[in-house]
């Protein structure tokens, strides 16, 4: 390991994919006697670019339904690249699934935001995510998984 101090620095961000549906259009515009029920679905993935450098990439999956009926249908997967240098490797991946959506989050939020406002409903501000919780349910679920394969 070199004697560099860690560092983790954001070389880009942009938006991978950006889709938002509004099927029931103008109709669905009209007021409602209550709040569409919203469904809000996050995935976090990291590919290797080089030994320092990573893609890291957030999906946030937005749906509102108002009964059976799709108000609104948002997706957005936004990724950044990522150079990571000095940190122990047992750190990888907490930096990679933590630290790295954490930083990208309120951009997309905002995209998310805007996009929703932008289809003519009140801007969606997704509440802030608890991205050490996810990570430890991910390997809780990998190490369950891992556990099932070899009793097998």
């Not at 390991?1 to 950006?18: G, W």
């Not at 009209?30 to 080089?50: F, G, H, K, M, Y």
């Not at 450098?53 to 997967?77: M, P, S, W, Y």
């Amino acid at each position: 390991m070199t004697d560099a101090s860690p560092s983790l620095n954001i070389l880009a961000q942009y938006i991978k994919d950006l889709s938002f549906e509004n099927p029931g259009a103008p109709r669905s515009l009209q007021s409602r006697d209550q709040a569409p029920a919203i469904n809000i679905n996050v995935n976090v993935n990291a590919n290797p670019l080089s030994d320092t450098d990573f893609d890291v990439v957030l999906t946030l999956n937005t749906e509102a339904r108002d009964g059976d009926k799709v108000v609104f249908n948002c997706e957005l997967v936004y990724g950044g690249v990522f150079r990571i240098s000095g940190f122990p490797q047992e750190h990888m991946l907490p930096l990679l699934f933590i630290e790295c959506p954490r930083l990208l989050f309120p951009f997309a939020r905002q995209i998310v935001a805007d996009a929703t406002r932008n289809g003519g409903f009140p801007p969606l501000m997704i509440d802030p995510i608890d991205f050490t919780q996810m990570f430890t349910q991910r390997m809780a679920e990998e190490q369950a998984r891992a556990k099932v394969e070899t009793t097998n």
